[in-house]
């Protein structure tokens, strides 16, 4: 079997915590800066990594709290100080201007930072997320209380994710594993345990997600181009919701994902399409 391209993992101190992330492809090509959903990583874009790292600089980070980044002293996961880091990130790095892609809770952080920063990007790639909440929020919400604190083994954890999401099983072994190395790591006692901050779980299981500010405004005024990726059996992004946003986007197209549900992995034919398109325009 061929080696799988790997990218080189790296760490900068913003907002004083340290965030790690995930470099792939060429430097001074289009820098292309992805965050994760909220039970995710950085390793989530290496699929659709190694696909666009001829003809671009992409930059894939653990959002505070999760994978190999800080975890917040006082508990301080609001969006606003996700969409702080990234900015602090993106300036840390002089990254100018860029194309941003957030999936689930990283689009949330996305369209955040476009409400602030939308003269930085060239381009807006939403993946199965809106401004407003919708029922599968409360879905993961109850996934993540009930699932189990730690496992055996390694297998024995990808079992378990594969059961609990269709998309997860769907995915090449190789991928299966590498996302879960993402958010797993194993104990000094042998068994593997989740890597997002305890405190994280705790907030969100006994209040809900936070709160999202009012995204609305920043989509209808966004001057980039922009994608919104919906998957057809979402119910985090509704359909209604996916078109309301395209209209109200001044350069918006809608890329649905059929008979997938929350999130697409990116490398799903309609998505590499438009993918291939929107890269070469922006």
Known sequence: MATRAQPIA????VNGLALRYLEWGR????????VHGYTSSAEAFNAVARRLQDRGHIIALDVRGHG?????????YQYADQMSDLAALVDALRIERFVLIGTSMGGVIAMAYAAQHADRLRGLVLNDIGPEVEAGSQRITGLVRGRPADFASLDEAMEYRRQTSPISAARPIEDQRETALGVLR???EGSWGWKMDPAYIEQRIARGAPARPQLWPALEALPCPALVIWGTDSDVLSEA????MVEALPKGELVAVPGVGHAPTLVE???LAALDRFLTAV
């Open 10 to 13: 790296k760490s900068l101190t």
């Open 27 to 34: 430097p001074g090509a289009l820098p292309i800066i992805c």
């Open 68 to 76: 190999e980044s800080g975890w917040s002293p006082d508990g301080t």
């Open 186 to 188: 194993q104990t000094p």
């Open 241 to 244: 919701q996916a078109k309301r």
């Open 269 to 271: 034919p309609a998505v």
